[in-house]
């Protein structure tokens, strides 16, 4: 499929699939005759990931080390399974200090509840 049609089908723009590959944090895309993009199953699987990994907040550069690792073969595969290792320990620490900030959030709603409702009741007297 051409990069319109894969563009559609990952909800990304054109460019910003242009991007990930010039940058490397997709393995280069086959090219059919004049260079046209030929996107594979394989290719939008490596999007996927990507953006499943941008949207947890991953770097630029730990996707880039990620995938100029796995085009060294399975040699890599215990640098990858580092790499993945690293950046699941800081979501799980980031989900944790979410978490911390959402129960003092409910805390602090709660407390408004409680001075919301005494001054209607001084109100209604």
């Known amino acids: ?9 990952s909800g ?4 910003t699939l242009r991007y990930y590959e010039s ?15 030929d996107y594979q199953k394989d290719d939008l699987g490596w999007v996927d990931f990507i953006k499943c990994m941008r949207s947890a907040g991953m770097s630029v550069e730990s996707l880039i080390e990620y995938t100029t690792l796995f085009r060294n ?5 215990e ?8 950046e699941r320990d800081q979501l799980i620490a980031k989900q944790k200090e979410i978490s911390e900030t959402i129960e003092r959030l409910n805390g602090k709603i709660k407390s408004f509840e409680g001075t919301l409702r ?8």
């Open 1 to 9: 499929m051409n990069i319109s049609e894969a563009a559609k089908i």
């Open 79 to 86: 640098a990858r399974k580092n790499i993945l290792i690293r």
């Open 23 to 37: 940058e490397g944090l997709i393995p280069p895309v086959t090219r059919k005759n004049g260079g046209v993009r």
């Open 118 to 125: 005494d001054s209607e009741e001084t109100l209604a007297h």
């Open 12 to 15: 990304l723009t054109a460019a």
């Open 73 to 77: 073969g399975e040699q890599s595969d």
